[in-house]
């Protein structure tokens, strides 16, 4: 896990291009981190709770995808002392700094699924 930590925030720092855009993907890029980020806007969610809102990712890659936020700082991973275990995830202030740029993307992602229904 601390290999992770390391190599993301390198990655942080848009290395190959110096580009701020490169820094913002490299820590939110890809097709389940926004998706996640999206859902835990309204609050905590338990794992389940995050695989039923994405049923088209599984679950190994959304474990993957949550441990990448939580290396970056973007997700707390709050684990209760319980039989069985609970797991809760939710936005830090960090993570919840990119809830403009969600919302946002929600936003034209609306227009452009309301342009495709009417062209069909």
């Not at 848009?14 to 993907?25: M, N, S």
């Not at 707390?76 to 700094?97: A, D, F, K, M, Q």
């Amino acid at each position: 896990m601390n290999d992770t930590v390391v190599e993301r925030r390198n990655r942080r720092k848009a290395g190959r291009t110096g580009c701020a855009v490169e820094a913002t993907l490299s820590v939110i890029g890809g097709v389940w981190k926004p998706v996640l980020l999206f859902h835990l806007l309204e609050g905590k969610l338990r794992f389940n709770a995050l695989c039923r809102l994405t049923p088209s990712a599984t679950a190994r890659m959304i474990t993957l995808q949550l441990r990448e936020l939580e290396a970056d700082g973007i997700i707390n991973r709050i684990v209760y002392p319980e039989v069985p275990p609970r797991v809760e995830y939710e936005l830090t202030e960090l993570g919840r700094s990119l809830a403009p740029i969600l919302l946002t993307m929600r936003d034209w992602g609306e227009k452009m699924q309301a342009l495709d229904t009417k062209a069909a």
